[in-house]
């Protein structure tokens, strides 16, 4: 069965490039508009990774991570930011947050696949 992939963010056209690459890779994606609608789809369902975005309406990045870090199902579950905000005090926020890794936009949809690939294999 293909691996699910989680991938939060309130801009829909970022969302179609990023289901599009993953898909193309073989990934399961389940898009959502924010960090309210990832914590929602997340408690239906376990997610291999998720993969959010930082600044978006109703719940940010960070704070859904955290929400999501405080679900006994998603202790271990990869969490990338996939994100314009690349400062060094933004990354150990993301860190002491739960997230796992970084990735800047605009991002290169075949590194994209490739830390995905890295990460849930």
């Not at 998603?74 to 314009?84: A, F, G, H, R, S």
């Not at 990354?91 to 002491?96: E, N, V």
């Amino acid at each position: 069965m293909a691996k699910t992939i989680l991938a939060v963010d309130d801009s829909g056209s970022l969302r179609q490039m990023v289901v599009f690459s993953l898909r193309a890779a073989g990934y399961q994606v389940t898009e959502a508009i924010d960090g309210q609608d990832g914590l929602d789809k997340a408690k239906g369902q376990v997610f291999d990774l998720v993969l959010t975005d930082q600044n978006m309406p109703r719940m940010d990045g960070l704070s859904l991570i955290r929400s999501l870090r405080g679900l006994p199902t998603y202790q271990k579950v990869p969490i990338l930011m996939l994100t314009t905000e690349s400062s060094d005090e933004m990354k150990s926020k993301g860190r002491a947050a739960g997230a796992n890794g970084w990735l800047v936009k605009p991002f290169d949809p075949q590194r994209l696949t490739e830390v995905v690939k890295k990460v849930i294999g």
